[in-house]
């Protein structure tokens, strides 16, 4: 009888736990947690995150068949550099990372027989921790790889699995440099934004005021500070750059406010609502995919 195949998860926090629990039951293969607290290991085990769970990573990395890495972008590099040599020949190691190309270059410890090829689930919360994870966190997620040259396309392939059974609206592929470009648009110049908003001295002042918009647009401001200080700093060129044209955008209103030109003002609005609508991104009326 053959051995059961494994995909190990390191780290089960928020994505890590619900990564996990999303994955149990894919194909052949037993979801086995690799966590550093023993109370993470039997949250993980009375909830049924994982099949199984262990505090010691040399009990399960040498036999993995998928090593799944799901910590902050720092401690992704330094965990494979860490146990470069330990990964089972033939395996395939992956991530979560919302940066590509620091975790890619970081993978180059990694040895010719061990396969890398990053990946970003794009779904998460203000949260954090396996308590506040769940299994169906990633339907309708885009599910982005950045393969390196040399992976192999059962590999690839595999992920492409994973991602669908996840629930996953579509898996793109893409170079970690074009990905880190894109994120500090989508995903981290977002997060700038909230948090500027909360840094107004009239933020305490408004309660009773406040209407979806502002809930919507602060949602991600409680966010987790070591995370997130880490992303914006392994990712400070491209996000300099989009916090830039943000500003001169927000500077160009400003003018026409101030200007009170309700003509130039209105056209204003009609150009950045016809691309919004463009984009067809979630709003009144519409689905997201």
């Not at 779904?123 to 966190?137: D, L």
């Not at 790889?145 to 595999?158: D, K, W, Y």
Request: hydrophobic residues 45%; charged residues 20%.
């Amino acid at each position: 009888m053959a051995q059961q195949k494994i995909i190990a998860v390191v780290g089960l926090g928020l994505i890590g736990g619900s990564l996990a629990a999303g994955l149990r039951g894919f194909e052949d293969y037993k979801i086995v947690g690799v966590v550093r607290r023993q109370e993470t290991a039997d949250y993980a085990l009375s909830h049924g995150v994982v099949d199984e769970v262990t505090l010691d990573p040399m009990s399960v990395l040498p036999q993995a068949d998928v090593v799944w890495l799901c910590m902050n972008p720092q401690g992704i590099v330094d965990y494979m550099a860490k146990y470069a040599h330990v990964f089972q020949p033939g395996a395939l190691v992956t991530d979560v990372g919302g940066i590509k190309t620091a975790i890619m270059e970081g993978a180059k410890v990694l040895p010719p027989e061990v396969d890398f090829i990053g990946c970003h689930p794009m779904a998460g919360t203000e949260f954090s921790g396996i308590e506040h994870s769940f299994p169906t966190m990633f339907q309708r997620a885009h599910f982005i790889l950045t393969p390196r040259q040399e992976s192999t396309q059962s590999h690839i392939a595999l992920l492409r699995r994973c991602g669908a059974y996840l629930g996953c609206s579509d898996i793109v592929m893409t170079t970690p440099e074009r990905h880190d470009d894109i994120i500090a648009y989508t995903s981290q110049l977002m997060h700038i934004m909230a948090v500027a908003v909360c840094d107004d001295e009239d933020l305490f002042q408004c309660r009773g005021f406040e209407g979806g918009s502002f809930r919507d647009c602060t949602r991600v401001a409680a966010l987790d500070v070591p995370l997130w200080t880490q992303l914006f700093s392994m990712n400070a060129p491209a996000l300099s750059r989009v916090i830039q044209r943000l500003e001169d955008n927000l500077h160009a209103y400003r003018l026409a406010v101030e200007a009170g030109d309700a003509a130039a003002l209105s056209d204003k609005l009609t150009y950045s609502a016809d691309r919004k609508r463009q984009m067809n991104l979630p709003g009144p009326g519409q689905v997201m995919l």
